[in-house]
């Protein structure tokens, strides 16, 4: 099991490196940190983009290209077509947005002649390492999906098992959020939390996954607050995935982890055939690192 950031670089620097395909890789930070993560001998990384720019900016920041391979594409559209073509191909194990909007890239992504789409739901994986946490924390989904509705949520339940499982964890516990620990029918996240409870049980997610709801926060990651409440849980103090009811919550626990808690993190977006890297600028250059490490994990455990 792995239980640091840190140790996602050390697995994979043991293992056969895995390619990435930056669409409009132009991005002073992207490029950094994807050739950062080249020298790691984490990455073989394909560049997309214009070649001028990301070479006047490795020139700038003082990066080596020469063993890196590279792409000229005239427009963000057709920086997203190939770096996604590269990937259905199999010409790369896995992709990141680089200089162009989400929506350019995720159109290429979900393009049913050749995308990356499947019958499961694009959903933001955020994984933290919180200083006073035992173990990562996977946070689900504060990123894409916006208010979803319980098929969606079942959805995005699956795509963080298979996060799950590329760090090893082999009793996977989740806790589905809501603002309280018993069900009302005034609000729709603890009936779908329950429902979900319900279908763990009966081994909808596999016999290795013990999924609780509805739980509120300070219940899924404290097994003393369970406690002085008299609430028995299973996975209470040990939760491996937080599901969130809306993207507002996941969003606001996020942030609250990196400006309050300290924590470091990595994200991807899961639901594709391959994990797809979307970083923020507000992002730290070592977050970004992480992110391609734990696409790059993925990738590499999907193979």
């Known amino acids: 099991m792995i239980n ?3 140790d996602i670089i050390k697995e994979l620097k043991v293992n056969k490196k895995v390619k990435l395909a930056v669409a409009a890789a132009q991005d002073e930070e992207v490029l950094h940190a994807v050739l950062d993560a080249m020298n790691m001998n ?27 391979q590279m792409i000229e594409a005239e427009s963000y559209e057709e920086c997203a077509e190939i770096a996604v073509k590269l990937v259905s191909s199999k010409k790369a194990d896995f992709l990141m947005k680089g200089l162009l909007d989400t929506s350019i890239l995720l159109k290429q992504v979900l393009n049913k002649e ?30 894409m999906n ?54 763990s049980e009966a081994g909808i997610f596999g016999s290795n996954v013990i999924l609780e709801g509805p739980l509120a926060f300070d219940l899924a990651v404290s097994q003393e607050a ?4 008299g609430f028995e849980s299973k996975v209470s103090g040990d939760v491996d995935v937080i599901l969130v009811p809306t993207i507002e919550v996941g969003n ?23 994990p797809i890297v979307l970083v923020s ?6 977050s970004k690192l992480y992110s391609i490490a734990y696409g790059a994990l993925i990738a590499m455990k999907a193979r």
């Open 4 to 6: 640091n950031l840190e």
């Open 226 to 229: 369970s406690k002085v409440k």
């Open 114 to 143: 050749y995308g990356l789409r499947t019958d499961s739901l694009l959903s933001h994986v955020m994984i933290y390492e919180v200083p006073n946490y035992h173990k990562l924390l996977i946070l689900t989904d504060g990123g």
């Open 42 to 68: 984490i990455i073989d990384p394909i560049l997309i983009g214009n070649l001028e720019k990301i070479k006047l900016i490795a020139k700038d920041l003082s990066l080596n290209l020469e063993k890196t």
């Open 252 to 274: 606001g626990i996020g942030k609250s982890l990196t400006y309050f808690a300290n924590a470091k993190s990595a994200g991807v977006i899961m639901g594709a055939k391959s």
């Open 281 to 286: 600028r507000a992002d730290s250059h070592e």
């Open 146 to 199: 916006i208010s979803p509705n319980y098929e969606q949520k079942e959805k995005i339940v699956l795509n963080a098992i298979k996060a799950c499982k590329s760090l090893n964890i082999d009793n996977i516990k989740i806790a589905a959020l809501a603002a309280k620990e018993k069900v009302n029918e005034k609000m729709q996240a603890t009936i779908d939390a329950k429902k979900l409870q319900d279908e």
